[in-house]
């Protein structure tokens, strides 16, 4: 009984432990992250992926071509969305890349 009462313990601090790295390591990332993308936002070298809100660097080259606008994707998967879209408003795009 005893073994497993000391396991549970174990467990438990081991548990805490990763919890607690884990809490700290996302926040901090988190916020340095967000800072990097806005001032890469505000220097035109990120945009917004139009389908699922990413943002992916302006030198990607999963990108559709609209006239003078260029749409970035972070997947063809999203760039695929987005073209189907536009077809199913009766649009067509030819994808750069
Ligand atoms: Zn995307």
């Given at each position: 009984m005893w073994k497993f009462l000391l396991l549970a313990v174990a467990g438990y601090l081991l548990y805490?432990?990763?919890?607690n790295?884990?809490?700290?390591?996302?926040?901090?990332?988190?916020?340095?992250?967000a800072e990097e993308t806005r001032r890469k936002?505000?220097?035109?070298?990120?945009v917004k992926d139009p389908v699922c809100g990413v943002y992916v660097s302006?030198?990607?080259?999963i990108s559709v071509r609209d006239g003078d606008k260029v749409y970035q994707f972070c997947s063809y998967d999203?760039?695929?969305?987005?073209l189907n879209q536009l077809k199913e408003g009766g649009r067509e795009l030819p994808p750069l890349g």
């Amino acid at each position: 009984m005893w073994k497993f009462l000391l396991l549970a313990v174990a467990g438990y601090l081991l548990y805490r432990l990763f919890a607690n790295d884990i809490a700290k390591k996302g926040k901090a990332s988190k916020t340095e992250d967000a800072e990097e993308t806005r001032r890469k936002v505000e220097a035109g070298e990120m945009v917004k992926d139009p389908v699922c809100g990413v943002y992916v660097s302006t030198e990607g080259n999963i990108s559709v071509r609209d006239g003078d606008k260029v749409y970035q994707f972070c997947s063809y998967d999203c760039r695929d969305k987005f073209l189907n879209q536009l077809k199913e408003g009766g649009r067509e795009l030819p994808p750069l890349g």
